[in-house]
């Protein structure tokens, strides 16, 4: 019995080692790993190529992207358009592809 206690003791620290954690560095990694949930933001994505009203589409974005974001176009593939929406304060950043049918993909 007292020989899988030092085995299991064992493991652990070389578990440890691995990750290059000491025993108190891994308790503050665990509580590190947990991250606030994302918000969800809506959008209005207004081609201003074309003039058809624009869309409002809903994304989910990390909760410290708490400004505006800023939109640039750019021309895609087979005649898409494409908006990146980008929050400079945490910088994320969001595609949204609007096809030639209308259609409207968030990526």
Do not use: Q
């Not at 620290?13 to 108190?24: E, I, T």
């Not at 708490?66 to 908006?83: H, I, K, M, Q």
């Amino acid at each position: 019995m007292h020989r899988k206690t030092l085995l299991a003791l064992f493991a652990v620290a070389v578990v440890a080692g691995s990750l290059g954690l000491a025993p108190r560095e891994a308790s503050a990694f665990r509580h590190k790993a947990c991250a606030p949930p994302p918000i969800e933001v809506t959008l209005c994505v207004d081609d201003p190529c074309d003039c058809c009203p624009g869309k409002e589409v809903c994304v989910c974005v990390p909760c410290c992207c708490t400004e505006e974001p800023c939109v640039t176009w750019r021309d895609g593939l087979f005649g898409r358009r494409v908006a990146t929406y980008t929050w400079p304060c945490c910088g994320h950043s969001v595609d949204v592809v609007v096809t030639r049918k209308g259609e409207y993909i968030v990526r």
